[in-house]
Structures are given as structure tokens and as C-alpha cells.
């Protein structure tokens, strides 16, 4: 049984009825319940291949906000056993909150590095993420850019992004402000703004979409978006959107490229613990994890394991060796900074 967004919307305000949904089949035993921040298609190719290495079931509720206070709403009635979210502020938050529990697996700390495990186990990073430039190949030469350059005046006009307080850029702006200090993150983003070509607005794809527009000339979005548009076969325009952009990997002066994670925690009332150690364990094997580069096209946590050949043709990633730790803790600052500067209203004039 998998929930619809909407479903999930309509269960907001009855915690306990929703809890019910899931008596007789998902409190049973072969099931694992997961609450869920990411999409279903991006989580089900690996979901089924532990069912069917396990025999376990997997039931998911999919939410696009108020995870946690669902989960502290339903107490110890709630039915959820693991909690699926992208995002270092979000898997903090949720421990923060209280809705994790710990988990110390010799399994999952073997196969998972310990910059990507939450140091009390509360939290495990399953797949990387790069946030890149997406640039046209059309009108843009530039073959290498900081994230520096993206205020350059060179670009006015030409820069579109999603919300600036959406997860994946508010992870950015947070690891500029640890870079450079806040100050200089403030111009920076004054810059950023500046140049852009519209009012943010969409999703990844929706930048590239924009660029096979001629609407913008760069964006930014995330590397496994540029692969789920190339092997779309149904909506296989968004292939064309693919194919109008290239790859760059911005850096952070005396830095790398920016990563953020997707990561699984085992919630604090599991009424399925055993299930839920066991999918935890699963999500941190070889198996899962080349499931995700070769499907979902993500870059695998664990070391030894190769991207995809999709992803190995954007270019070599080198990753930011900024702890993940100091990404998390300037998000308040950073969603303030988005406000201050006024990212979501769109171009200066």
C-alpha cells in the first residue's frame, strides 16, 4: 500500500485514524512501515529489491511536509518504523524532534562511513548528491565555474533556481555561509539574485526545462535529476531538456563540489524494529546502493562503489570535505538570509 500525497494531506488532522489504516496488515509481522520525504519512484526500485531479497513488505506513506509532528502527534500509537528523507537539516531535525531512536548495527556502521552516520546513530546517509550548475550548451562556453561566479554581473539575467528556501538550496547557501563566513555569503546571494532571469519557481527539472527554453542560461539543480531526464521514456520531452544542458561542477575556493545526502533513521517508537534494522541494514549494502547509482542515478555513501555510467559522463565529482555537521547547523541562518535578501521574489530590478 503505497499513499498518495493527497491521501497523506487528507490524514493530516486525524493522526489516530491514520494510525488505524494501518492495523491488521502493517503492524504484522513481514511488514516495515516508512514515512517518507522522498518521491515513490525514487525509493521504490530499491524498496522492491529488499522485499524480494527479504520477503518483508514495505508500506510507505509519502508526505511532503510535517513528517515529524505527524510522527510526535501518533506517539507511541504511531505505526512508523523508518523514516526516509533527503537532506542533512531534515535527518537532524527529525532527531532533534525526537521521533528517531539510536541505532548502533556493526552491519550498517561497516558499510557506511562514519562522516555520513549520525555519531549517536540516529541517522544513516544512504546515497550523495551533487549540487550543480546545469548550462546550455547552446549559449554557454564555460566548461568550469565557482559557486563564486554565479554573482558574477556576467550573468544577469541568465541564472534561474527553485525556491531558495527549498532543502537543496538552502543546504548550498549553508555551506557558503560556512565557507565564507555570513557576510559574504549576504553579497553573494545579493549577487545570485541579481542575476536572476525570473521569480524562482519549480523544481530541478523545471530548470532545465527552462533552459531548452531559452528562459535562462544556467541553473542549479542536483546531478541525479540530469540522469532520470536522459532514460525517461514517459515523458520523453524531458530527454530534450537533458539534452540542452551540460554538467558543470561548481567548487568552493580551496573547497570541493557541494554533496548533500539522503538518509534513513529508525523511528523512535518502530513498532516493526527488527524490520526496520533489517531495511536499514539493506539500504547501507552493496546491493541497495548500486540500486540507487545504477536506477535513481545517485552517487553510493559507500566507498568502493562506482556512480552509474550516466553519471560517470557528467565529469569527476569532487566532493566538498565540509562536515556535513556545519551544513545543518546554519539552515536557520541561511532561510533567514533567503528572506533578508529576498531570493523568492525574483530579480532585482
Keep these: 500500500m503505497t499513499f498518495t500525497k493527497a491521501r497523506s494531506k487528507a490524514a493530516g488532522c486525524a493522526a489516530f485514524a491514520f494510525a488505524a489504516l494501518f492495523a491488521g496488515s502493517a503492524l504484522a509481522d513481514g511488514t516495515v512501515n516508512i514515512y517518507s520525504y522522498r518521491q515513490p519512484d525514487l525509493i521504490k526500485p530499491v524498496l522492491d529489491a529488499f522485499t524480494a531479497e527479504t520477503g518483508i513488505e514495505t508500506e510507505v506513506l509519502f508526505l511532503d511536509k510535517g513528517l515529524e509532528d505527524r510522527i510526535l502527534a501518533e506517539g507511541t500509537n504511531s505505526p512508523a518504523d523508518v523514516i526516509l528523507t533527503v537532506d542533512i537539516a531534515r535527518l537532524t531535525n527529525a532527531k532533534e524532534k525526537g521521533v528517531t531512536q539510536a541505532l548502533d548495527d556493526a552491519t550498517v556502521n561497516g558499510n557506511l562511513p562514519a562522516e555520513y552516520r549520525d555519531p549517536e546513530g540516529h541517522w544513516f546517509g544512504v546515497t550523495k548528491r551533487a549540487r550543480v550548475v546545469y548550462a546550455s550548451k547552446d549559449r554557454v562556453t564555460d566548461t568550469a565555474l565557482t559557486y563564486a561566479d554565479l554573482a558574477d554581473p556576467k550573468w544577469k539575467g541568465r541564472i534561474c533556481i527553485r525556491s531558495g528556501q527549498h532543502d537543496y538550496n538552502l543546504a548550498l547557501f549553508s555551506a557558503a555561509i560556512a565557507h565564507w563566513g ?3 555569503a549576504e553579497e553573494w546571494m545579493k549577487g545570485l539574485k541579481a542575476n536572476l532571469a525570473r521569480k524562482p519557481d519549480g523544481g530541478d527539472r523545471d530548470q532545465a526545462k527552462a533552459i531548452a527554453a531559452g528562459e535562462c542560461d544556467i541553473a542549479l539543480g542536483n546531478t541525479y535529476y540530469v ?38 533513521a529508525l523511528a523512535k517508537n518502530s513498532p516493526n524494529r527488527d524490520n526496520g534494522v533489517k531495511l536499514i541494514q539493506f539500504l547501507s549494502s552493496d ?26 559522463a557528467f565529469g569527476e565529482l569532487k566532493a566538498d570535505t565540509l562536515p556535513l555537521a556545519d551544513i545543518a547547523k546554519n539552515r536557520k541562518t541561511a532561510s533567514e538570509m533567503v528572506d533578508r535578501v529576498g531570493v523568492d521574489d525574483g530579480p532585482s530590478s
Design 287 to 312: 546491493k541497495a546502493q548500486q540500486i540507487y547509482a545504477e536506477q535513481v542515478f545517485e552517487y553510493p555513501v559507500e566507498p568502493g562503489l562506482e556512480p552509474s555510467d550516466v553519471v560517470k
Design 227 to 264: 540522469g532520470l531526464m536522459q532514460t525517461n521514456e514517459k515523458e520523453p520531452e524531458q530527454k530534450e531538456w537533458a539534452a540542452a544542458i551540460n554538467v558543470i561542477f561548481p567548487t568552493f575556493e580551496e573547497g570541493g563540489t557541494h554533496v548533500n545526502i539522503s538518509g534513513a
Design 182 to 184: 555570513a557576510e559574504k
